[in-house]
């Protein structure tokens, strides 16, 4: 569970949540994402002069993605920093903008678990490559073409081969 302690932060002027989302949480089950590990979290949370709630920090977790072109499974870290804001819930009028997150200031703190989570599946780049020269699947076969050669290819009506062939001929 990720809380930041409201009460804190009032007294302090600033606060810190340190924690982390299980790799098994059930947040990350239709998020098309395999985590390896729990997500480390780390913010630092100010209130800003016109109440507003800022949080920013860093996430870290070893994730597993799909390669974009051959589908094999690469291992990447999402390493990468965050920044929410918060309004307070009775200065924000319900209906003007569905993407403001608001907190209610008197509570004695604030769950952060779910727009954390947000902000994680916001920032993984889902077009990981397992190599930059990574030659993908064939289109007709499927074979995976950095470990097997399929005859498509050559047969394939690609103008630029074509190119290539007459020079060869010439
Ligand atoms: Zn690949
Ligand atoms: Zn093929």
């Given at each position: 569970m990720l809380v930041l302690d409201l009460v804190r932060l009032d007294r302090e002027g600033s606060g810190r949540v340190v924690g982390a989302i299980p790799m098994e949480d059930p947040r990350w089950e239709d998020s098309g994402f395999v985590f390896l590990g729990p997500v480390a979290v780390d913010l630092r949370a100010t209130i800003a002069g016109s109440g507003e709630l800022v949080l920013r920090g860093g996430v870290k977790a070893p994730i597993q993605q799909e390669c974009?072109?051959?589908?094999e499974p690469v291992e990447a870290g999402l390493d990468t920093e965050i920044a929410m804001v918060f309004v307070p819930a009775d200065t924000h009028e319900d209906g003007d903008d569905g993407e403001v997150r608001t907190f209610d200031a008197g509570a004695a703190e604030l769950e952060l678990s779910e727009p954390v989570r947000e902000e994680i599946l916001l920032s993984i780049d889902p077009y990981v490559v397992c190599d930059p020269e990574c030659k993908g699947l064939?289109?007709?076969?499927?074979?995976n073409l950095n470990t097997e050669v399929c005859d498509c290819v050559s047969s394939e009506l690609d103008p630029r081969w074509d190119a290539l062939r007459s020079l060869h001929r010439e």
């Open positions: 974009r072109r051959c589908l064939c289109p007709k076969c499927g074979a």
